[in-house]
C-alpha cells in the first residue's frame, strides 16, 4: 500500500498533481513548473522530502564500523557533521550511495526509500562482534527542503540563529515553542538549500511558521519534478534512474562520496586501482542539446552511426537555455566539447559533452 506524507493534505490542498517514489505518494506539480522553477532561481521553494529512507545506526562501534563499510571517511567526522558516501559490494559496484549524519547519539544515513532493504541487508553480514545497532527509522520525521537565495534568511527567521556561513552538510538543532527540530544544509539544486527534520504532526506548523517568514510572498510550495530538474542541473545522479548495483562508484562520477586517503573499506580495492589506472570503461557525463525536445531515459547515444552510451536522466533547464541530460558513454567520448546524437524516436537531437555539474 502507498504511503503518504505528512504533509500531503496540505499539498492537495494547494491543486498539487502527486506521483510515486518508491512506496510514497509524492507532490510533483503543486502550481506550475515554471512557477516553482521561477521561485527556486529567485526567490524560494519548499518541498516536502519526508519520502526519503533513513536508517539509524547506534552502538559505541557505530561510527569506526561505518568507517569500515563506506567509501569516505567517517571517523573524521565531528558531531553534527556529515558527507555523502557509498555502500559497495566486495567487487566494487554500487549498492547505494547515501547522505551520512553524524550525531551525538546516533549516526543517521539517508537514501533513496527503495535502498533502505538491501543497506541494512548488507550492513547487516558484517556485523559480527561489533556494538552497532540498525533501525529503520524512515517516515520518523518529516523532511521539508527550502532552496534558493531566500533560503538562509528564511532558516535564519525559523531559528533564531545565523545560516549564512552554514558549511555543507552541517547541522544546527533548536526548538520552536517546545518544538525540536534540526536543519541541514544540503544542496538538492543550485545554491544554498536547507533540509527541516521535524515530528510529522507538526510538519504543517514549520510550513505555517515559513510562510510567515517570506517577506517577499513570492516563496513557493514546490513539486518532485522541479526538485528533479534542479537536482540534474546540479550533476546530483539518482540510483534506481542514472545507476544501479551493475556500476561502479567512479563510472557514476561520484568523486564526492569517496576518500583516496581513508584506508581499507569494502569495494576499496577496485575503486583503487581505477582511479589510478585511469581506465573506465564508461562514465556518466553530462550532454548540453540543441533545440527545445527533451530526450528519454535509455535513449541512444550515436557518433557516426556508432552506438556509444544512453541517457538516463533528462530536463530542460531554463536557466541554461536548452536540454540538458545524464548519460554513460564509451571512454572515447568523455572530453567535453564531443559532438554526439541522441536518438529520440525517429528524431536526431544534436549534443555536445559536457563536464559536470551543469550548475553550481
Known amino acids: 500500500m502507498l504511503k503518504k506524507t505528512p504533509l500531503y493534505k496540505t499539498f492537495e490542498a494547494r491543486g498539487a498533481t502527486f ?49 569500515n563499510m563506506l567509501s569516505n571517511d567517517i571517523k ?23 547522505l551520512v549524519y553524524r550525531r551525538a547519539e546516533a549516526v543517521f544515513l539517508e537514501m533513496e526509500p527503495q535502498r533502505v532493504g538491501p543497506i541494512s541487508e548488507a550492513l547487516s553480514r558484517y556485523i559480527v562482534t561489533e556494538d552497532v545497532g540498525l533501525e529503520d527509522v524512515s517516515g520518523q520525521d518529516a523532511i521539508i527542503t527550502v532552496a534558493g537565495p531566500l533560503s538562509p534568511e528564511l532558516m535564519s527567521g525559523l531559528m533564531s540563529s545565523s545560516f549564512a556561513e552554514q558549511h555543507p552538510f552541517q547541522s544546527k538543532h533548536g526548538k520552536i515553542d517546545e518544538l525540536p527540530l534540526t536543519v541541514v ?6 545554491g544554498p538549500g536547507f533540509d527541516v527534520y521535524v515530528a510529522p504532526d507538526r510538519a504543517t506548523d514549520i ?23 534542479r537536482r540534474i542541473e546540479i550533476g546530483n545522479p539518482l540510483f534506481g534512474l542514472d545507476m544501479d548495483d551493475s556500476h561502479l562508484l567512479l563510472e557514476a562520477n561520484f568523486l564526492s562520496a569517496v576518500s583516496f586517503n581513508k584506508g581499507c573499506y569494502i569495494g ?93
Open 19 to 67: 506521483c510515486e517514489v518508491g512506496d510514497w505518494v509524492v507532490a510533483e506539480i503543486v502550481t506550475s513548473w515554471e512557477d516553482e522553477y521561477q521561485a527556486a532561481q529567485a526567490a524560494a521553494i519548499i518541498a516536502d522530502r519526508s519520502y526519503q529512507g533513513r536508517i539509524r545506526v547506534t552502538g559505541k562501534d557505530r561510527v569506526q564500523f561505518l568507517h
Open 76 to 98: 573524521s567526522l565531528k558531531p553534527d557533521a556529515g558527507t555523502h558516501a557509498a555502500l559497495l559490494s566486495r567487487k566494487g559496484k554500487l549498492i547505494s550511495d547515501m
Open 185 to 190: 544544509s544540503v544542496r538538492h539544486g543550485p
Open 207 to 229: 510550513l505555517q511558521r515559513l510562510s510567515e517568514l517570506d517577506r517577499t510572498g513570492d516563496t513557493r510550495l514546490a513539486g518532485h519534478r522541479t526538485m528533479d530538474t
Open 268 to 360: 576499496q580495492e577496485y575503486v583503487a586501482r581505477l582511479a589510478h589506472r585511469g581506465h573506465l570503461n564508461r562514465k556518466l557525463v553530462g550532454l548540453k542539446l540543441m533545440g527545445t525536445v527533451v530526450p528519454e531515459h535509455d535513449d541512444e547515444v550515436v557518433v557516426a552511426n556508432r552506438s556509444i552510451g544512453k541517457v538516463t536522466s533528462a530536463t530542460l533547464s531554463p536557466a541554461l537555455g536548452c536540454p540538458i541530460a545524464f548519460a554513460y558513454v564509451h571512454r572515447d567520448f568523455f572530453d567535453a566539447g564531443t559532438a554526439v546524437t541522441v536518438k529520440n524516436n525517429s528524431v536526431d537531437l544534436p549534443a555536445k559533452v559536457t563536464d559536470l555539474p551543469f550548475l553550481e
